[in-house]
């Protein structure tokens, strides 16, 4: 069955460090969402790209599709300790509903 | 407006025991969603309503499992028995349209359950 594998698993960054996450797919997907989880909280949309090679900006965050529409990642540039949290891709396949989250990247950020 | 909630927030109980965990998506979300989510590991799909109709129940652990959606509007999720392994951190999302058609999910804050 379908897979999304995102890595790192967590990261430790200084504030005002850059961070990515990464997400891969094991089968095409017709569109990718992001999600952000804050400690005790819930996750939260950030973002859905549909298109190959899709790349789309929120502030500091970027967001990537790959051409494949097998992967996508997440740029966070000068971090804050806003952003600590845990951020989750979430793909859906082209043959059908069911959307698949990847584990999540959690983000520490030492000021 | 108000959000998706879930109750209860947490519930600890023992092996073997029934829990019913319970979700009001945000009104006039047809569609319902339930996941799963154990400690450092993916969000795990569980279940798929639209409206009171199981559209994917393909996420399903096994028949210990039990989710209804009576009407269309809340949804309960019952775990009977309860083993070890159920234990984690249950979501609810919901979403007016198909997610699958690329449409945001909205969470709920989840049930910790922890069987002991």
């Known amino acids: 069955g379908q897979q999304v594998m995102q890595i790192p698993q967590y990261q430790h960054v200084q504030e005002g460090e850059d961070f990515t996450t990464y997400c891969n797919s094991s089968t095409t997907l017709s569109n990718i969402q992001w999600y952000k989880q804050r400690p005790g909280g819930h996750p939260v949309f950030l973002i859905q790209l549909v298109k190959s090679g899709e790349v789309k900006k929120q502030k500091r965050l970027t967001f990537q599709f790959g051409e494949a529409k097998k992967n996508s990642s997440l740029h966070i540039t000068a971090t804050q300790t806003t952003d600590v949290g845990t951020y989750f891709c979430?793909?859906?396949?082209?043959?059908?509903?069911?959307?698949?989250f990847g584990a999540g990247t959690r983000l520490f950020v030492k000021a | 407006e108000a959000g998706v909630t879930q109750f209860p927030s947490h519930s600890v109980i023992e092996k073997g025991q029934t829990v019913t965990l319970r979700c009001d998506p945000i009104?006039?979300?047809?569609?319902l969603y339930w996941y799963r989510r154990v400690m450092g590991k993916e969000i795990k799909f569980l279940l798929h309503?639209?409206?009171?109709?199981?559209?994917?129940e393909s996420g399903m652990p096994n028949n210990r499992f039990l989710a209804e959606r009576t009407g269309g509007t809340y949804s309960t999720l019952k775990v009977q028995p309860a083993e070890l392994e159920d234990s984690g951190v249950y979501f609810c999302a919901s979403s007016p349209r198909l997610a699958g058609a690329g449409n945001e999910q909205f969470f709920g804050p989840g049930t910790r359950l922890t069987v002991l």
């Open positions: 979430a793909g859906r396949g082209t043959g059908g509903f069911k959307t698949i």
């Open positions: 009104s006039g979300h047809d569609n």
């Open positions: 309503f639209v409206k009171e109709s199981k559209q994917d």
